[in-house]
Each structure stands twice: as C-alpha cells, then as structure tokens.
C-alpha cells in the first residue's frame, strides 16, 4: 500500500578514522535494547548478545603492533541473505530500508543467523535475566525478547518512531535532520558515539550527513573502490548483499615500516 | 504365551485410541479457551482492585449521579505519551482531601464508600502506592501509543470515517477526548467496574483493520519493537 510515511531509507556511515574501539556504543546499545548483561560463560561458549560488537585486529609483530577497532552491527542489507531462508517471515525488508526482525513471528529455526555474513544476529539461548533491581532499568520501548528467537540489530527503530510522533505532534510532516535538531533519532549507538565516528541519516533526505559518501560509493560499485573520492567502502562488498552501512577506511598517519597509508 | 482372543486384541487399539481423543480434545478446548479469553483474566472478568473504584460515580455523567471528571484529568499521560498512566494517589487526594468521612454528608455516602475513601487518605498519609490491578494489557512485544490514536481522533480537520471497532457507524471526527476513548474501551464512565469485553477485545485484527481503513502504516515495526 503506497503510503506518504513512507519516505526514508535508512543508513549508517562509520568513520573507522575516527574508531578509537572505546565500546561505548556496545554498552549504549545494550542499554537502550535491553540486551541481557553478558557473563565470561557467555563468551567462552560464543554465545553472547552483540547487536554492535567491536571488532579488533592486530596489525605488524611485536613490538611494532598496531590495533584497529571496526564496529560491527546489522547491516541492514538491501539484499539481504537473512531474509529469504526464513520459514515464517518473521524477518523482511519494510518500506523504510530497516531489516526488521519480527519477535513474535520468530520460531527460532536460526537459518537466518547461519545465513548472515557479517554475524550479527543473536540467538537468545536463555530466558534473559537481569540482576534484581536491574529490571527496573529496561527499556520500556523495547520488548524484552524471551529465549529461543532470533534477535538483532533494529536501527533503534523506537527512536525512529518515537521521532515521527513528536514530528506528526508538532504539526512536521517528515522525519529528517531538520524537523528534529540534532537528530534525535539516532540509534543509541551513535548517540555515544564520543568521537562521532558513527553517523546515521536518511538517504532520502538531500541534506543528509551520510548522503555523499553513499552516493560515492554507489557510484563506483563492487571492486571500482580505487575510483572513489571518499574512503567508503561496504563489507563483503563482493557478496552483493548491499548493506546500509558504509565503512571509511582508517587514514594512517604513521604507518607501520612496509604498509601502505590505509 | 497364547494369543489372545480377537476382542481383547483391540483393546491396546481401543487405549490408544482415547488416549488420542483426550489429548486432541485436551489441545482443542485450550486453543479455543486461549482465542476466546482475555490471557490474564480468563474470560474478561475485570480483577479485583485493592480499593473499589467506581468510574461512574467519577467519570459517569452529571444526570447519571456522576461527577463528569475528564479521563485526562486523572489519565494525565494520555494525550502526550505512550501509556495513559495510572494515577499516583496525590491524584486522588486532590479531591478526597476534601471529600471524605470527616466531612460527608451522612445521607449521600454509604458507610462502606466512606471506609474506601478513608483507605485511600490512609495510603497517601503512609505515602505508600495503590497497587492497582491492570485491565487491560497488551502482551509485551506490542508497543501501543495512546498519543498517536488521541491526536487521529481528536485532532485535525472535520471529516467523517467509518472506524471497525465499536458500532462501526460513520463517525464524525474530531471527537472529545472522552468520546475518543470509548472507541476502544467501551462506555468506561457507565462502568462499575472497568470490564475488558466491554471494551475492544485488543486482538491484532482490530488493530490492523483500522490501521488499513485509515491508510495507517500496517508495518510490523509499528507496533513491533
């Protein structure tokens, strides 16, 4: 049904430049998306619950090494390989670029979670608990998701409603970064982001932050990445899934002796 | 070991047979007492509050002995938030600091009314919460805004829809605040107690065929997030 709220796509740049790997945004989210605290159990067994998950890699031999953080969430692919394996569709794509997971509907078969590239998608193999007390801090915008379904990364989707109510209330009729100064929707993660490293917009909207460095790297598609005037690049770009996360190579000022600047 | 007659052969036949009848009669009645039932109240019975609150000698109109209190005067979140709210005690003290025992006309208050009252007052004093049964509840991965829906009802320009809930008469919009919520939740001011099968049954049907009537998002992350 075409439908006038419709109008957004949804997306994401990360300046790896400018990724120290601080994890605030790892706690941000699990803050805001009442994601279960995470045990040294949970890790070791590979089972913990990440929706952006910092990932970290050693460059050179000791001692000269250097570190480099890349945050990883949902991609939010257009073409997304999660969406077709799913028996009850409790994942698809909606009408604003969001790779929506739909709790309810979720039968917990994980095909979806072996079919990401990227590893982003959770599955809740326990009842979530919270020290007592804590359940006091949820979020009450978020559903707390109950063992056995599939759980990811949604773009704080609330966010992204709850700044259309206030735009509707106050007589906007669009949601972008001028009915809403500051872009008070921004996921959680870009929130705490302290060195803006993550950025998120709607592609849709001329005015976007995030707009030229999508439009340059949709310009120069799959291995054209030498074309490009930006950093930009997506993951895997080469599996064609087209996510709506562009990465900004990291610029290094000191390069390690037989490495290349980025 | 002989074998049996032929009639008792069947009877292993036979156990296996109503044990299979029970068990699908068994998944029947509870899929058919779950679509039917309100969950947590079995079938729409409004729970007992801690103190009785009757909504028409508050909300009721003024012919109808009631008082004609606005439902935004004590569901104060409703036209600017996600939840109506439930009142905090203050809210009641507001009046029942003067309307109560110490100052009632014997004749207008039965006995029993005045204890209540006189519970609340205590609960204030003790500044201690009412624990108020909720009525009508939502499972916890639906996210329902009553800003939203208020703002679509009583908002906006004059136009007439034709809502699928309630009498599903063309109805002329904007309404009052009081008018808007019984679209959902029944006629509440002539409740003594608020009754969920009174109101809207809250099933995703009701929610999706007005959504589509009204050319409202039917995405799943509307409500779900």
Not at chain 1, 218 to 233: F, I, S, V
Request: proline content about 8%; hydrophobic content about 35%.
């Amino acid at each position: 049904m075409p439908n006038a709220q419709f109008e957004h796509k949804w997306g994401m740049v990360a300046d790896l430049d400018k990724c120290t790997g601080c994890q605030a945004c790892v706690i941000a989210c699990q803050a805001e998306n009442n994601i279960p605290i995470n045990t040294k159990d949970y890790f070791l067994q590979r089972r913990a619950y990440e929706w952006i998950r910092i990932e970290r890699y050693w460059e050179g031999e000791y001692p000269n090494v250097k570190a480099r953080f890349m945050p990883v969430l949902c991609q939010h692919c257009e073409n997304a390989p999660c969406e077709p394996v799913c028996p009850v569709f409790a994942t698809y794509h909606n009408e604003e670029g969001l790779n929506v997971q739909v709790y309810n509907r979720c039968v917990g078969t994980r095909y979806c979670i072996n079919n990401c590239p990227y590893q982003v998608r959770m599955f809740n193999y326990w009842h979530p608990n919270w020290p007592a007390r804590m359940e006091n801090q949820l979020n009450p915008d978020v559903t707390v998701r109950t063992r056995g379904i599939t759980e990811k990364c949604t773009f704080c989707v609330q966010r992204i409603r709850r700044g259309e109510l206030k735009v509707e209330s106050q007589g906007g009729n669009r949601l972008n970064d001028e009915t809403i100064a500051g872009g008070n929707y921004d996921p959680a993660c870009v929130q705490a982001c302290p060195t803006n490293a993550l950025m998120f917009g709607d592609l849709m909207d001329d005015n976007a932050a995030i707009k030229p460095y999508f439009d340059d790297v949709n310009a120069h598609p799959g291995h054209g990445e030498h074309d490009r005037e930006t950093r930009g690049y997506r993951l895997l770009e080469e599996m064609a899934t087209k996510p709506s996360v562009i990465y900004l190579k990291k610029v290094d000022q000191y390069p390690l002796p037989g490495k290349g600047g980025h | 070991m002989p074998p049996l007659p032929p009639t008792r052969q069947l009877i292993p036949l036979a156990l296996a047979g109503l044990l299979a009848t029970a068990i699908v009669a068994f998944i029947v009645v509870v899929l058919f007492m779950s679509w039917f039932s309100n969950p947590p109240f079995g079938w729409g019975n409004a729970p007992d509050q801690p103190i009785p609150f009757p909504h028409t000698v508050h909300a009721g109109a003024v012919e109808d002995g009631g008082h004609a209190i606005q439902c935004e005067f004590c569901h104060r979140n409703v036209t600017t938030g996600a939840a109506a709210t439930v009142p905090a005690v203050e809210v009641c003290v507001i009046c029942h600091k003067q309307i109560n025992g110490a100052n009632a006309k014997a004749d207008v208050a039965e006995p029993e009314t005045l204890i209540n009252i006189q519970r609340v007052i205590d609960k204030h004093a003790d500044g201690r919460p009412i624990d108020w049964e909720r009525v009508h509840r939502m499972p916890d991965h639906v996210r329902f805004v009553h800003e939203a829906h208020l703002r679509f009802l009583t908002q906006g320009e004059e136009r007439v829809v034709t809502l699928p809930v309630g009498n599903e008469e063309p109805m002329t919009l904007p309404v009052p605040v009081q008018e808007a919520c019984t679209v959902c939740h029944g006629d509440v001011a002539h409740m003594e107690e608020v009754q969920p099968q009174d109101g809207q049954s809250l099933k995703m049907g009701t929610c999706l065929d007005c959504h589509r009537e009204n050319n409202v998002s039917t995405d799943c992350t509307v409500c779900h997030k």
